[in-house]
């Protein structure tokens, strides 16, 4: 089975820079993903670390470390619009759309 | 262009009653997947079609089904309606190694 934990909440002030990590157990996966969600909204892909090591998107980067099954997004300058869920989610081995997502960390950025 | 769409967005219904939701990916997607996300949880997966074939079925029981049809829209029916349905269920078109999700129909069993 596979299964994803993270911190249920985090807090951070606008402009500043927040890391949500992520700490999985799985028996093999191809590849790790970043979903942000605001309320009442759907998911929405922000980042995908197939291989170890960083992976930048403007303001977005991710991380992966297979040997320390631990991942981490990584958000710089925030915007209060950056205010959400976010979710990490490991593909299977073989591909396919079967996510299985993480906990997720409800993000609360202040002024 | 237009997104993953999906009907209803809002639907109330009572236990034992049969639900049928339904979903078009982006133009050009030929995969799609079905999540339930219960309140405060991260979506769980429920179907994957590819080609009209399933390629996936996540850990739900047998009153859940789906279908593709060749323009590549989808439909999920759940039978016998429990108060534990109840949830957001979100229907996703691939592309590459993203998902892009709709917006979702929230279902309320009552």
């Known amino acids: 089975g596979q299964s994803l934990e993270q911190p249920s909440e985090v807090t951070a002030v606008e402009g500043a820079i927040v890391q949500i990590n992520c700490t999985y157990q799985?028996?093999?996966?191809?590849?790790l993903s970043w979903y942000q969600q605001h309320d009442g909204g759907a998911p929405t892909f922000l980042s995908y670390?197939?291989?170890?090591g960083l992976e930048e998107t403007g303001r977005f980067s991710s991380f992966l470390s297979r040997s320390d099954s631990y991942g981490y997004l990584l958000l710089q300058e925030l915007q209060m619009k950056d205010s959400a869920s976010y979710f990490c989610?490991?593909?299977?081995?073989?591909?396919?759309?079967?996510?299985?997502f993480g906990t997720g960390t409800q993000l609360k950025v202040e002024l | 262009d237009a997104g993953v769409t999906q009907s209803p967005t809002h639907l109330i219904k009572t236990r034992g009653q049969h639900v049928t939701l339904r979903c078009s990916p982006i133009?050009?997607?030929?995969?799609v997947s079905w999540y339930q996300q219960v309140l405060g949880q991260g979506p769980q997966f429920i179907f994957q079609?590819?080609?009209?074939?399933?390629?996936g079925r996540g850990n739900f029981p047998d009153r859940f089904s789906a279908r593709q049809f060749p323009n590549y829209s989808s439909e999920l029916n759940v039978n016998a309606l429990l108060l534990g349905d109840s949830a957001l269920y979100l229907c996703?078109?691939?592309?590459?190694?993203?998902?892009?999700f709709g917006s979702g129909t929230q279902l309320s069993v009552l």
């Open positions: 133009s050009g997607h030929k995969s």
């Open positions: 799985t028996s093999g996966f191809y590849g």
């Open positions: 989610a490991v593909q299977p081995g073989g591909g396919g759309n079967k996510l299985t």
């Open positions: 079609y590819y080609e009209k074939e399933e390629r």
């Open positions: 996703a078109s691939s592309f590459v190694d993203a998902l892009f």
């Open positions: 670390n197939a291989l170890d």
